[in-house]
């Protein structure tokens, strides 16, 4: 960016309350915004982890009438945000609380939309086409990865045509955040690695997107470098609160990197390959993101090389493209680290090139690599995925 010619825009929306032990505010924070009654949505991994119970012990303690949902379903659908909606018409709620992980969250943000909104969410596809506002959302995450909390964006799965869309919108920020790190600590060792690259995906797709802008490049690089250092002992030991803390931030401050900064090619292919394979985003985005930078990284040799330092490559004595080359290999190690698998075969998965091409075609019309800094044609999308069969 040429700060002499070019201009942008920038702001956040939601209020972060950050701390060990914070969901214990709970309660002065749905009295400071004058919530009648809350409804909770969330998922059966958060009921058996007694994260759930903790949350309306606060409730009940403080006398804070609540209605809760528990069950949000992986991939949330357009279907289960609308049953979801009238549950909270009927039970009378004026706000939403989304507890969990991504589907959580954007079930939460998908249902404060059908509140206020009528018809199939299907017509708000896309980028600001939601006329009302709903009701506020607080987010409580409890895994590091999507930054659904404090992002602008929901993601719901229409089931009859097999497709993840994505929502944005202004009036999709979540009211307020709560980022308690303890809630980290029962994530299940798997879901931290993929979530985990999933931060890691919004921070290096929003530093190297032609969208990029000096307060987005400064969030980027700031959460690759606390993902370099924090992830793998987040994820051998969900328990150390001191990795969990800085995995928390991470997730929040990659997210609010891709508010402005946006996804492209990763984000593009991993929606459909979630939409008609039903691959985790997190893990889709882990398959993708070393495929993705070996396209892109001769469009800026000097910020591929900021991702490795950040990674902690040592890059002294190498040239400048075999220092940016670096950042592709610190990730590769990463994710064999964290022991991910690296292709859709070794998830038995088995697509034929006829589904392969939709899911191209699918990512390419998406618009979503339309940040992508080296264009993306549906050809080369599909190349992409061709290197992750
Ligand atoms: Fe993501």
Known sequence: MNLALDSFEFGLHTQIYYGVNKLNELPDIIRKYNYKKVFICT???????????????????????FFTFTDVEPDPSTEIVQHVKNLYIENGCDALIGMGGGSSIDTAKGVSIAVANPGDLNQYEGKDKIPNKGPDIIAIPTTAGTGSEITHATVLKDKKRHY???????????????????????????????????????????????????????????????????????????????????????????????????????????????????????????????????????????????????????????SLREAAERSIVAVEQLIQDLEIPTTLNALNLHPSDEELDVIAQEAFQSGIANANPKDCTVADLRKMIEKIR
């Open 43 to 65: 998922d059966k991994g958060i009921v058996h982890s007694g994260n759930l119970n903790r949350l309306e012990n606060l409730l009940n303690q403080a006398g804070i009438d």
């Open 164 to 318: 993840k869309m994505g929502i944005l919108s202004q009036k999709l920020h979540a009211k307020a955040a709560i980022l308690d790190p303890q809630l980290l600590t029962t994530v299940p060792r798997g879901v931290a690695a993929i979530t985990g690259m999933d931060a890691l995906s919004h921070a290096i797709e929003s530093y190297t997107s032609n969208q990029a802008q000096p307060i987005t490049e400064a969030l980027g690089l700031y959460a690759i470098r606390l993902i370099g250092k924090h992830l793998r002992p987040f994820v051998a030991q969900r328990t150390d609160i001191n990795a969990a803390s800085h995995m928390m931030l991470a997730s929040t401050i990659a997210g609010a990197a891709f508010i402005w900064g946006r996804v492209a090619a990763v984000h593009a292919v991993s929606h459909p390959l979630g939409g008609r394979l039903g691959v985790a985003h997190g893990l889709a985005n882990s398959l993708l993101l070393p495929v993705v930078m070996r396209y892109n990284v001769s469009t800026n040799y000097e910020k591929f090389r900021d991702i490795a330092i950040a990674l902690g490559e040592n890059v002294e004595g190498l």
